[in-house]
């Protein structure tokens, strides 16, 4: 496994980048401030000074083309490319690209058409980024067959579903939350890769199942935590990606459980919350003792003022409030 450090989300997808730009010459970067300027958030730091501007391609403002460049890229076959979205809200400038081309061009091809590629992008509210800048919207990538959609929680998490992801034959959206980009965490030197499609229980526990993402992760394990004290033990299982889904570990979370409540920062209609929701009375409604609890933002634009967004962030309270609700 090699040394384990503590290091930030953000140097852990760093160098799960350099690891795959360092033993894979298919590998090459493209996207906005992403050489010398090492990323809007610092996360390519260093990589255009190593690899310089054939790998690591600094594209101009301009999503539509840059994403077809990778598309094209990845369907010749002689390239993996790797498109920072920057920010994941942009994805609306290119989506007839990433949806009808990049997610069917396997299928519609017979599969002789591989489009290994990965689309990050950052996204998460907290920042006072207004409604344009601080969205998640997993929920729509997920809705799209053909795409892949990972949501790392943690840096060990993030560095191995990274490394899986650019070694995937097909497109992966990978979401990484702003607000966790600073979060340190023990990770390996070594690269050790997380498979795809394996969920995670952060904690274990016997009376209530929270399935939470991204940094809602965090404020569940906290409310957790504070319950155990008072005798309420929380599982809190992380799905780590949302396309492929565990459902095994979910279905047999609650089946044990027989209580669930969902904690995600997307939009809440026709959603990942939804999604799991409905997973669970389809799966478990026999063992089902309690209505499921969807803990999410309301269906609203993400306000810029600070006290606003505040509120309209799914909070430590509203968790507590929901588990002690089905309890």
């Known amino acids: 496994m090699g040394m384990v450090r503590e290091i930030t989300f953000s140097q852990a997808i760093n160098e799960a980048l350099d690891y795959k730009l360092s ?20 996360v390519s730091a260093g990589l255009f000074d190593k690899y310089g501007s054939e790998r690591i ?32 809200d942009f994805f609306g400038v290119c989506m007839d690209q990433i949806y009808n081309q990049a997610a069917k061009m396997r299928y519609m091809f017979g599969g002789k058409a591989k489009i290994a590629m990965v689309i990050r992008a950052a996204g998460g509210a907290g920042g006072s980024a207004a409604g344009q800048h601080s969205q998640l919207l997993h929920s729509i990538f997920a809705h799209l067959p053909g795409l892949k959609v990972v949501v790392p929680s943690t840096p060990f998490d993030a560095k191995g579903l990274l490394i899986s992801s650019i070694e995937d034959d ?12 600073a979060v ?15 969920a995670d229980v952060k904690k274990e526990g016997k009376d209530v199942t929270i399935v939470a993402t991204a940094a809602m992760v965090y404020k569940s394990l906290e409310v957790a935590a ?14 780590r ?23 995600d920062e997307d939009y809440p209609r026709a959603s990942f919350a939804t999604d799991i929701a409905t997973l669970s009375v389809a799966k478990c409604f026999k063992e089902l003792k309690s209505p499921v609890k969807l803990v999410t933002p309301p269906s609203t634009p993400i306000p810029f003022s600070p006290m606003l967004e505040k509120e309209w962030i799914p909070s430590v309270e509203k968790i507590e409030k929901a588990v002690r609700e089905i309890i």
């Open 23 to 42: 033993t894979d010459k298919k590998v090459i970067m493209i996207g906005e401030d992403i050489g010398k300027f090492g990323g809007c958030f610092g």
């Open 57 to 88: 391609y600094d594209a101009p403002i301009a999503e539509s083309g840059q994403i077809g460049i990778a598309i094209g890229a990845a369907a010749s076959g002689l390239l993996r490319p790797i498109f920072e979205l920057m920010f994941v």
């Open 170 to 181: 097909d497109p992966v959206v990978f979401i990484e939350h702003k607000g966790l980009y």
């Open 184 to 198: 340190k965490g023990p990770v390996p030197e070594d690269p050790q890769r997380i498979p795809l499609g394996v």
């Open 226 to 239: 504070k319950l155990d004290k008072e005798g309420i033990s929380v599982e809190v299982i992380d799905p």
């Open 241 to 263: 990606s949302i396309v492929p889904l565990d459902e095994n570990t979910i279905v047999n979370s609650i089946k044990k459980t027989g209580r669930l409540v969902v904690v």
